[in-house]
Every structure is written in structure tokens, then in C-alpha cells.
């Protein structure tokens, strides 16, 4: 048997756009997964957005980088269903999915609830999974909110990360009802990043 040497892996991206976020870049067929996480329509009373960029080390917004997002609902409880196809036939996936290329800051924005508390040792959270081009690995990492003092100072998993780089996973409250969360990938203010 010939033995072959290892070649480069193949990195993530930037080929996602038609297959993953397709209805978002014209592309002419639905997405499994967009930015809406909730239907706004049931859940008006309690939508929140959490906006942001991915910026690479230089500060520069990054195009053509894919994010994910995963959470409970309101009372704490991740989804059990399987994603509903078309979208949005479920009040609440707690699933989505954006591109950062179809604004002109390179922004995305996600509506959806505030999570609840999944265990007495967790704060309110959002599960964020990135994929770039030139990256080999999909990059994970959890969003906080900055409204959320105390709870996020009993976060088992935040407090494990040094203080200093805390600040790194917790959105900031712009307004009433908005957040913005942007994720440096390198730099003084790189967001922690955790190896699953």
C-alpha cells in the first residue's frame, strides 16, 4: 500500500453562502436557518437584537464570515425539536444563522429573547459558533449580557476565564431591547475562544 503525505487541511470557507445562508444573498431558494431565532410576531412583548461585527486584527470588519447562534428560551429550556422547515413555522428554534456580508458595515443582527438561566450556575447566555475563511477550525464562544451583573459573576464557565478577558464575552446594552456584541479574532480586546 502507498503511503501519501499529509497535505493542508481545507479551511472553512468562504463557499457558505449558497448552501447555508442562501436566502440572505439572493441566492433563489430558502435558508434552513436565519436571524430571526423567535417569530416576532409571538414574541413581540420580549424580543431583544444582538448586533455586531467580526473584526479581524487589524479592526477591520471581516465580509465573508458565517455566525451562528444557539440558545434556550426565556425559561431556560434549549429547543427539543428539530428546525422547521420552511422557517419560522416554529414560535422558537433558539437556532440562527448570517452571513456578515450583505450590509454594508458587515454587521449582523439577531432577533430573538433574552435566554433564561439553564442551571443555577449559569447566567443568561447565547452559544456562538464562527466560521471563516482562512480559520482551520470552527471557533466557539458564549455571548453575556452586561445587564446581567450578578448573575454573569456566578457563571461557572465566565468565571473560569481570567478578569481581565471577561469583557470579551459580554454584550454590551445599547438601548432598551439591543445588544452589541463584536468579536475580535485577534488583538488586546481578542475574545476568548474555548477548544471543544
Known amino acids: 500500500m502507498t503511503t501519501l503525505p499529509i497535505t493542508p487541511s481545507q479551511t472553512v470557507g468562504p463557499f457558505f453562502a449558497y448552501g447555508l445562508t442562501a436566502h440572505q444573498y439572493g441566492y433563489d431558494f430558502n435558508s434552513l436557518a436565519e436571524g430571526e431565532l423567535v417569530d416576532p410576531i409571538a414574541h413581540s ?25 444557539w440558545q434556550a428560551d426565556t425559561q431556560g429550556q434549549y429547543s427539543s425539536e428539530p428546525i422547521a422547515y420552511p422557517p419560522h413555522q416554529a414560535s422558537f428554534t433558539g437556532f440562527g444563522r448570517l452571513g456578515t456580508g450583505t450590509t454594508r458595515t458587515n454587521q449582523f443582527t439577531f432577533t430573538t429573547v433574552k435566554p433564561g438561566s439553564t442551571a443555577t450556575d449559569s447566567a443568561p447566555h447565547i452559544n456562538i459558533i464562527l466560521f471563516l475563511r482562512g480559520s482551520l477550525r470552527t471557533l466557539y464562544t458564549r455571548l453575556y449580557f452586561s445587564d446581567e451583573p450578578e448573575a454573569n459573576n456566578q457563571d461557572a464557565l465566565l468565571c473560569s476565564v481570567d478578569a481581565e478577558r471577561r469583557h470579551t464575552l459580554i454584550a454590551r446594552k445599547s438601548r432598551e431591547g439591543h445588544y452589541q456584541f463584536d468579536i475580535h479574532l485577534q488583538g488586546s480586546d481578542e475574545t476568548v475562544f474555548f477548544d471543544l
Open 45 to 69: 412583548a420580549e424580543l431583544i437584537y444582538v448586533s455586531g461585527q467580526i473584526l479581524d486584527g487589524h479592526g477591520q470588519p471581516i465580509s465573508d464570515a458565517m455566525i451562528e447562534c
